[in-house]
């Protein structure tokens, strides 16, 4: 099991950038897929991105697809989300979680959930 704990948001105007970290505790991150999601105020937490234990395959949510940069450090037991072109519509409080299922984007699959950072991206 993992425990993590995200960082990184804040308040940014429409078409900046923020670079979101994860910080996890625990030897063996390496070998879970990991995923960054979000949850709207009154929206349901959705998928954003995930990257497989070793980083070779990764995959994102359509709207966030050529924006989006998901990658980790398995040597600093660090996952990352680079937010590039960001839209008002990107506002959301981000989370990090841990999956044992090698590829999902199902919030069901992945647990260890961190606490969250927010990130506000004004018009």
């Known amino acids: 099991q993992v425990r993590v704990v995200e960082s990184g948001g804040g308040l940014v105007q429409a078409g900046g950038s923020l670079r979101l970290s994860c910080a996890a505790s625990?030897?063996?991150?390496?070998?879970?897929?990991m995923g960054w999601f979000r949850q709207a105020p009154g929206e349901e937490r959705n998928f954003v991105a995930a990257?497989?234990?070793?980083?070779?395959?990764?995959y994102y949510t359509p709207s966030v697809k050529g924006r989006f940069t998901i990658s980790r450090d398995n040597a600093k037991n660090t996952l990352y989300l680079q937010m590039n072109s960001l839209k008002p519509e990107d506002t959301a409080v981000y989370y990090c979680a841990a999956s044992s299922t090698y590829s999902s984007s199902s919030v069901r699959d992945f647990g260890s959930w961190g606490q969250g950072t927010q990130v506000t991206v004004s018009s």
């Open positions: 625990g030897r063996t991150f390496s070998s879970y897929t």
């Open positions: 990257i497989t234990w070793s980083g070779g395959s990764t």
